[in-house]
């Protein structure tokens, strides 16, 4: 929350909470905790529906265990019996070929979009050479308060709610 002008970029505030989270009291407390700029939806979508997909990188962090949807649960129960905290699929196209990612890709890379990134090269409708990556397209929201009032913490509870509310709701596609 910043006053009218001001804003944090995304990777500025992914800086703070790594940093916050290399503390030795958070540290103490979780085994490990990763961060990852949620990105927009709209990337994964372009990258999905690419009509001529010549690869696909999709990198997946384990996701933490908090508050997971059904797609990220069955994920994370995979990487936990394999003991494993990341999985990195990279595809490439036979030559004149596309890629087609299956149901079981096109979950991967939703899923690793806000948990790790992911990233595909082909060709769009107007067969130009296309580079795609969910880093490079941060999920963003403007939030505007009175610069005169005191910050007020139910306040930004509220919209920290809203923040995750919006977002569960974009990443259902």
Same mark, same amino acid.
């Given at each position: 929350?910043?006053?009218?002008?001001?804003?944090?970029?995304?990777?500025?505030?992914?800086?703070?909470?790594?940093?916050?989270?290399?503390?030795?009291?958070?540290?103490?407390?979780?085994?490990?905790?990763?961060?990852?700029?949620?990105?927009?939806?709209?990337?994964?979508?372009?990258?999905?529906?690419?009509?001529?997909?010549?690869?696909?990188? @999709?990198?997946?962090?384990? +996701?933490? %265990?908090?508050?997971?949807?059904?797609? #990220?649960? /069955? &994920? $994370?129960?995979?990487?936990?019996?394999?003991?494993?905290?990341?999985?990195?699929? @990279?595809?490439?196209?036979? +030559?004149? %070929?596309?890629?087609?990612?299956?149901? #079981?890709? /096109? &979950? $991967?890379?939703?899923?690793?979009?806000?948990?790790?990134?992911?990233?595909?090269?082909?060709?769009?409708?107007?067969?130009?050479?296309?580079?795609?990556?969910?880093?490079?397209?941060?999920?963003?929201?403007?939030?505007?308060?009175?610069?005169?009032?005191?910050?007020?913490?139910?306040?930004?509870?509220?919209?920290?709610?809203?923040?995750?509310?919006?977002?569960?709701?974009?990443?259902?596609?």
């Amino acid at each position: 929350l910043t006053e009218v002008g001001e804003s944090f970029s995304p990777i500025s505030v992914k800086k703070i909470f790594d940093n916050m989270f290399k503390t030795k009291m958070i540290k103490g407390m979780f085994e490990e905790i990763n961060v990852v700029v949620f990105p927009s939806q709209e990337p994964i979508e372009r990258i999905l529906s690419l009509p001529y997909l010549k690869r696909l990188e @999709i990198s997946l962090l384990r +996701p933490n %265990d908090d508050d997971l949807e059904s797609d #990220e649960a /069955k &994920i $994370l129960k995979k990487l936990e019996m394999e003991h494993a905290k990341r999985k990195d699929v @990279i595809l490439t196209a036979i +030559p004149r %070929d596309g890629i087609v990612p299956n149901n #079981e890709t /096109k &979950i $991967l890379a939703r899923v690793a979009s806000h948990n790790g990134f992911v990233k595909a090269n082909g060709y769009n409708e107007k067969d130009e050479r296309v580079f795609i990556s969910t880093k490079d397209h941060p999920w963003e929201f403007t939030v505007q308060f009175d610069p005169t009032q005191p910050p007020d913490l139910d306040v930004f509870k509220q919209t920290v709610s809203e923040i995750a509310s919006k977002f569960k709701r974009s990443t259902k596609a």
